[in-house]
């Protein structure tokens, strides 16, 4: 541009504003395009996915204030959670079961990771009710885990399904520990 300015120079002072116009009305243009630039980067970033969606597939949990005996229900994708913070006495009376007694065979070590903490999925796997006994004051089946009002399912205290029309146990979902107190699910 300083080249163009200097040779319009020596052809008088109108065709040197002009030049300058010009050059003030591309540098104008270029402003306008970083400006569009930067208006449309928003736009853009929106339509990439994997952040939302990444952020919607995992929950993260605290479970340090959940005591002994006590549980929480947490929503992942949509759906309640149980994390349950079990008694030893549930913990032994869930691996005393033999095998033979189960409908959905599975021992209660294959459906945790790390003691005494229970992750399942808390949607009965007949037709779909949240099973009651998260609360101290809920029905908890005759076998001290779960109950489904909806026609009598029970679980046990690894959420294994034992009595009543369900065929599989409660769901584990895929989750990890990221510390002694957190743990992600999904
Ligand atoms: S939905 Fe739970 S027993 Fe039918």
Redesign the pocket.
């Known amino acids: 541009m300083a080249e163009s300015l200097a040779s319009h120079g020596t052809h008088g002072d109108a065709s040197h504003d002009v030049t300058k116009r010009d050059f003030l009305k591309l540098t104008t243009a270029a402003f306008a395009a970083i400006g569009v630039g930067a208006m449309a980067w928003p736009f853009v970033a929106s339509l990439a996915p994997a952040r939302d969606v990444l952020a919607l597939s995992s929950t993260d949990v605290d479970v340090g204030p959940v005591t002994v005996g006590q549980a929480i229900t947490v929503v992942w994708r949509g759906k309640p959670v149980f994390v349950r913070h079990r008694t030893p006495e549930e913990i032994a009376a869930a691996r005393a079961v033999p095998m033979s007694d189960l409908r959905d065979p599975q021992t209660d070590q294959s459906r945790i990771i790390r003691d005494p903490w229970l992750v399942v999925v808390g949607v ?6 949240i ?1 009651l006994g998260q609360k101290p004051t809920d029905p908890k089946g005759d076998f001290g885990g779960w109950f ?6 029970h679980y046990d205290t690894s959420a294994r399904v034992r009595k ?3 065929p599989l146990n409660l769901l584990v979902p895929a989750y990890a520990f990221t510390s002694d107190r957190a743990l992600r699910i999904g």
């Open positions: 009965c796997t007949h037709l779909g009710c099973p489904c009002p909806c026609h009598g399912s009543g029309p369900a």
